[in-house]
């Protein structure tokens, strides 16, 4: 069974910091493109940031671009999002994501809430 | 960037009967290998989203028949044939063919 589990996520202030992580299980993680998305509560979704199945390359919205980085460690299992200089319109749940856009495959994980606020 | 609209943006619907959502993007879909890349998601209350469709047409594992996509270029649709109770939520069209990957507003289905 695929697995995808989120955590990391919390209060922060405005310009501070968070490193989200996700696990994943049950798929050859290596392998696969992994992706973070976030719903801003009251908006809609919004693609966060990919990157390759062996981190040699990774994309990014550009309103997140410069403060954000995306990386995984294959070793683990593990995704990561390093979010900096965060923005109170930063707050949002945070998804963790596999997802082939040509085949059937796309699993989300549980979701991990940020609050930016002072 | 694509800007996906979606229409209506609250659909209210009585069990058993068709409804209809309607995706527009600013742009062409239409990758340069020739795939389509639009996708539908749902989310039901308090769940993390779950992907329909891929590929404008295509039903992911475990979706029911009563889903279908269709559409082409800049223009797709959702259909449920019947709406049950447990389709109660909000729909998002997706595209994937052009950097960065934008969904639509969401289309909030509701029973009457």
């Known amino acids: 069974e695929v697995q995808l589990v989120e955590s990391g996520g919390g209060l922060v202030q405005p310009g501070g910091s968070l490193r989200l992580s996700c696990a994943a299980s049950?798929?050859?993680?290596?392998?696969?493109?992994m992706s973070w998305v976030r719903h801003v509560p009251g908006k809609g979704l919004e693609w966060v940031a990919n990157i390759k199945e062996d981190g040699s390359e990774t994309y990014y919205v550009d309103s997140m671009k410069g403060r954000y980085i995306i990386s995984r460690d294959n070793a683990k299992n593990s995704l990561y999002l390093q979010m900096n200089s965060l923005r109170t319109e930063d707050t949002a749940v945070y998804y963790c994501i596999t997802m082939s856009r040509g085949a059937m495959w796309c699993y989300w994980g549980q979701g991990t809430l940020v609050a930016v606020s002072s | 960037d694509v800007v996906m609209t979606q229409s209506p943006f609250s659909l209210p619907v009585t069990l058993g009967q068709p409804a209809s959502i309607s995706c527009r993007s600013s742009q062409s879909l239409v990758h340069s290998d020739g795939n389509t890349y639009l996708n539908w998601f749902q989310q039901r209350p308090g769940q993390s989203p779950r992907r329909l469709i891929y590929k404008v047409s295509n039903r992911d594992s475990g979706v029911p028949d009563r889903f279908s996509g269709s559409g082409s270029g800049t223009d797709f649709t959702l259909k449920i044939s019947r709406v049950e109770a447990e389709d109660v939520g909000v729909y998002y069209c997706?595209?994937?063919?052009?950097?960065?990957?934008?969904f639509g507003q969401g289309t909030k289905v509701e029973i009457k």
């Open positions: 997706m595209q994937a063919t052009h950097w960065p990957w934008t």
């Open positions: 049950g798929f050859t993680f290596s392998t696969s493109w």
